[in-house]
């Protein structure tokens, strides 16, 4: 067989194991998923209360949404119940996917967290 090397062969398109995609979302996709979500809640509402309320629930949804799917990529479904551990998936996880960077705890805030917790 000339071009399969080692690449594993799939009888069924069904048996190939998800891909995890990539890690980023162009700048302008986004903005432009933004606008267009701002403007079709601008249409439905009569205030700006209203219009902010509905983002946020659009947000906190979305935020949802991105959390289960790190928490089932990285932890298999698993739930974590220690509180360093939840700071440390946040630390290493969480952040940098939304941010692109790793969160800098500093030794003051996590000697507060031990404090607190013993």
């Not at 790190?70 to 969480?94: A, M, P, Y």
């Amino acid at each position: 067989m000339i071009g399969v090397g080692k690449a594993k062969q799939y009888a069924n398109v069904l048996d190939k194991p998800l891909s995890r995609g990539r890690q980023e979302v162009s700048l302008s996709a986004f903005a432009f998923l933004f606008s267009e979500l701002v403007q079709y809640n601008q249409t439905q509402v009569d205030n700006i209360t209203e219009l902010e309320r509905r983002l946020e629930d659009a947000g906190y949804a979305v935020g949802a949404r991105v959390l289960e799917l790190l928490c089932h990529r990285e932890k298999g479904n698993r739930r974590e119940t220690r509180l360093l551990g939840i700071l440390s998936f946040i630390h290493s996880t969480v952040w940098k996917v939304l941010f692109g960077k790793i969160v800098l705890f500093t030794e003051r805030s996590l000697n507060i967290g031990t404090k607190m917790s013993g």
